[in-house]
């Protein structure tokens, strides 16, 4: 044990001061709280049986990867827009310089966060507005844009959340759904800085049925959708949405609903940051039972003046 802590504090000592900080809690961990441990989480077992299947964008479909069992099938994977070359990368650049410019806060494993929105008690389903001056004036041309492709229109964001990942701090995501209370149908994500991989599983009981992975060619998709020949178990899958760099992600439908998000620790390479955007749901919405709070909301974060909260 005690040739064990020397170990980690020496490994520690190598470590610069910016990556001897954590702000992880519970069970989740990072590359800097197992270091400082001196071991390896007890809770981190090898993964349960998972049948691979990679999302292609131009089908729409989940499409088994070679690895796995199912090479060669697939099924529709709706609720899913990528949008690549959303931005050029020098205005890449410079968003990120203008992110940085702002202190990042430490987040649960491995995460750096800055957040625009409201402060928000999700299981007690209150908010509150003080503090919150708006999203920064650096996505005001961002959303501008976002509003001029199809699925995109009336997307009025309410609140940004900026996560900064990386390989050095062992950075990553759980599976987890959006909250659905205040947050609406879109969920949208700029992925900026390198590419990687959103892992996406659901939970529920029942199985999948599967078809011959299909071409891109609209007879091929029609045919495909009247022959299922196969079926997985829903739990034992998990379908990997590749993200290129400076891509636009939108989830929306059973994409939003049914099926959890991830970011695994091995897909983070080299610095990422990603953007999230979202809306208010139809609660907050004209007509909801709390319109003019969301109102007051939207005149807040469209003012664009924001400072991270």
Known sequence: MAAAAAAAAAAAAEVPEVLRECGCKGIRTCLICERQRGEDPPWQLPPAKTHRFVYCSDTGWAVGSEESDFEGWAFPFP??????????????AELVRLMDCDPWKLSQSGRRKQDYGPK?????????TEGFCGLPSFSREVVRRMGLYPGLEGFRPVEQCNLDYSPERGSAIDPHLDDAWLWGE?????????????SMCREAPGSLLLCSA???????????????SRS???????????????????LKGAARHQWKHAIHRRHIEARRVCVTFRELSAEFGPGGRQQELGQELLRIALSFQGRPV
């Open 79 to 92: 609720g899913v827009m990528l949008i690549e070359d959303f931005m050029t990368q020098e205005e890449e």
């Open 120 to 128: 928000v008690n999700f299981r007690k389903q209150k908010l509150k």
């Open 186 to 198: 879109r969920l949208v994500s700029l992925n900026l800085l390198s590419p990687t991989v959103l």
């Open 214 to 228: 299909p071409s891109a060619a609209p007879e091929a998709l029609v045919d495909s959708v009247i022959a299922p």
């Open 232 to 250: 997985v178990l829903c739990q034992e899958v998990e379908v990997a949405v590749p993200l290129p760099r400076r891509s636009l992600l939108v």
